[in-house]
């Protein structure tokens, strides 16, 4: 898992390329285009009582093949395999709270008060139940768990802010999805939208990263779990207001902040990359809604 050491990773059990356990996994995502995207609540409700019913099914005759077939449950590693149970039902828990608030872009004082509280609970509740309530550990926050910054990855957000630059002008401009977000003409309005984004981008990394893909890493190979969370994370931005043609742009966001985290190991890294990436957005949409403002800045 891209939050434990390789020590960690070196002991883990080995994850099969192919597995039943993608099942529940998979209905418990899909419960996210279902609550964000098509915005149908008790769909996203069946998906998620499905997906965790099925992982209970799974590890059950997992359970019992071994004690069958006189094979040890852990496949012969001499480490048992994690919960997918109790890991879905902690993503699940998250995608619940979340879809309990309007994702509607809103700078007012209620709408920042909703947020935070929603989001702040989707990260909150399920580190509190996995650290003491399953006491395991699932979810962590490895802030510098990579080590020292590269070059490439110092060059690498110098990319992503050339990256945003050119393409993020004209996603928001030529489709006219910048009128998802309030209009922004008041130094009032535009300080807590340069707050209110900077945060979402922080909150983003730490559920669908830390939380999603971090979980879903337990149990699956890297490519599979990236698709996973990305299911998820493009769901969520989907109703945030990234719509029309967005998720050209939004999937492979979601995938790369999947394998920056795998091959960084570290939180400060993927949240400097999203941070910088929406600095270019907060300058997009105050460009978009006061014309004349900005406009030596970008080409569209």
Same mark, same amino acid.
């Given at each position: 898992? #891209?939050?434990?050491?390789? %020590?960690? %990773?070196?002991?883990?059990?080995?994850?099969?390329?192919?597995?039943? =356990?993608?099942?529940?996994?998979? $209905?418990?995502?899909?419960?996210?285009?279902?609550?964000?995207? !098509?915005?149908?609540?008790?769909?996203?409700?069946?998906?998620?009582?499905?997906?965790?019913?099925? @992982?209970?099914?799974?590890?059950?005759?997992? @359970?019992?093949? #071994? %004690?069958?077939?006189?094979?040890?449950?852990?496949?012969?590693?001499?480490?048992?395999?994690?919960?997918?149970?109790?890991?879905?039902?902690?993503? @699940?828990?998250?995608?619940?709270?979340?879809?309990?608030?309007?994702?509607?872009?809103?700078?007012?004082? !209620?709408? +920042?008060?909703?947020?935070? $509280?929603?989001?702040?609970?989707? !990260?909150?509740?399920?580190?509190?139940?996995?650290?003491?309530?399953?006491?395991? =550990?699932? +979810?962590?926050?490895?802030?510098?768990?990579?080590?020292?910054?590269?070059?490439?990855?110092?060059?690498?957000?110098? @990319?992503?802010?050339?990256?945003?630059?050119?393409?993020?002008?004209?996603?928001?401009?030529?489709?006219?999805?910048?009128?998802?977000?309030?209009? !922004?003409?008041?130094?009032?309005?535009?300080?807590?939208?340069?707050?209110?984004?900077?945060?979402?981008?922080?909150?983003?990394?730490?559920?669908? +990263?830390?939380?999603?893909?971090?979980?879903?890493?337990?149990?699956?190979?890297?490519?599979?779990?990236?698709?996973?969370?990305?299911?998820?994370?493009?769901?969520?931005?989907?109703?945030?207001?990234?719509?029309?043609?967005? #998720?050209?742009?939004?999937?492979?966001?979601? *995938?790369?902040?999947?394998? +920056?985290?795998? =091959?960084?190991?570290?939180?400060?890294?993927?949240?400097?990359?999203?941070?910088?990436?929406?600095?270019?957005?907060? *300058?997009?949409?105050?460009?978009?809604?006061? #014309?004349?403002?900005?406009?030596?800045?970008?080409?569209?």
């Amino acid at each position: 898992m #891209p939050a434990q050491t390789d %020590a960690d %990773a070196a002991a883990a059990p080995a994850l099969p390329a192919w597995s039943w =356990r993608l099942a529940p996994a998979l $209905l418990v995502c899909l419960a996210a285009p279902a609550f964000f995207v !098509v915005r149908v609540p008790w769909l996203g409700w069946v998906l998620l009582a499905a997906g965790l019913a099925t @992982a209970l099914l799974t590890e059950r005759t997992d @359970a019992a093949t #071994p %004690a069958r077939s006189g094979l040890p449950a852990d496949g012969g590693s001499g480490i048992r395999r994690p919960s997918l149970l109790r890991d879905l039902s902690l993503i @699940a828990v998250g995608l619940l709270i979340v879809s309990a608030i309007p994702l509607k872009a809103e700078l007012d004082n !209620v709408a +920042i008060l909703r947020f935070g $509280l929603a989001l702040g609970g989707a !990260v909150a509740v399920p580190y509190v139940l996995s650290r003491w309530v399953y006491r395991d =550990r699932a +979810i962590r926050f490895p802030w510098r768990g990579g080590g020292r910054w590269t070059r490439f990855q110092w060059a690498w957000l110098i @990319a992503v802010l050339v990256l945003g630059w050119l393409i993020l002008p004209f996603y928001f401009i030529t489709s006219g999805v910048y009128l998802n977000w309030p209009v !922004v003409d008041t130094p009032d309005l535009i300080a807590r939208l340069f707050v209110g984004v900077g945060a979402v981008g922080i909150w983003d990394e730490l559920f669908f +990263i830390c939380t999603c893909f971090a979980l879903l890493r337990r149990h699956f190979p890297f490519w599979q779990a990236n698709v996973l969370q990305a299911v998820v994370f493009v769901s969520f931005l989907w109703e945030l207001g990234y719509q029309a043609w967005g #998720p050209l742009l939004t999937i492979p966001f979601a *995938l790369l902040m999947g394998y +920056i985290f795998m =091959r960084t190991r570290s939180l400060a890294y993927v949240v400097t990359v999203h941070l910088l990436f929406d600095a270019v957005v907060f *300058l997009v949409l105050v460009h978009a809604h006061n #014309p004349g403002v900005l406009d030596g800045l970008f080409f569209v």
